[in-house]
């Protein structure tokens, strides 16, 4: 069983950055790819960004790519997303997941992770 919290979420403008955190309890963390999921009012939830467990492979939606960084400290048992160069479309709840190892091709999928935090709210203004 894995709990993740996320944190570092608030108000920016437009052209700021952010940089959440997800701490993780459990001694298995160090196994799970850990993912970054986010989802605006009356959309669906969607893939943000995601790590392997070891932190050698990491995933981008395209609507982030070049923007934004995954890493993960697993002496800290914590991922980061640092988010640069907010934009309004990135406002939402971004939720932080962590999956047991799985194929590669899952990990973009939010039903691979059986693992959520409550997630922390961006917004981001214009």
């Known amino acids: 069983q894995v709990q993740v919290v996320e944190s570092g979420g608030g108000l920016v403008q437009a052209g700021g950055s952010l940089r959440l955190s997800c701490a993780a309890s459990g001694r298995t963390f160090s196994s799970y790819a850990m993912g970054w999921f986010r989802q605006a009012p009356g959309k669906e939830r969607e893939f943000v960004a995601a790590?392997?467990?070891?932190?050698?492979?990491?995933y981008y939606a395209d609507s982030v790519k070049g923007r934004f960084t995954c890493s993960r400290d697993n002496a800290k048992n914590t991922v980061y997303l640092q988010m640069n160069s907010l934009k309004p479309e990135d406002t939402a709840v971004y939720h932080c997941?962590?999956?047991?190892?799985?194929?590669?091709?899952?990990?973009?999928?939010?039903?691979?992770?059986?693992?959520w935090g409550q997630g922390t709210q961006v917004t981001v203004s214009s």
């Open positions: 790590i392997s467990w070891s932190g050698g492979s990491t």
């Open positions: 997941a962590a999956s047991p190892p799985r194929p590669e091709w899952l990990i973009t999928i939010p039903s691979a992770y059986p693992y």
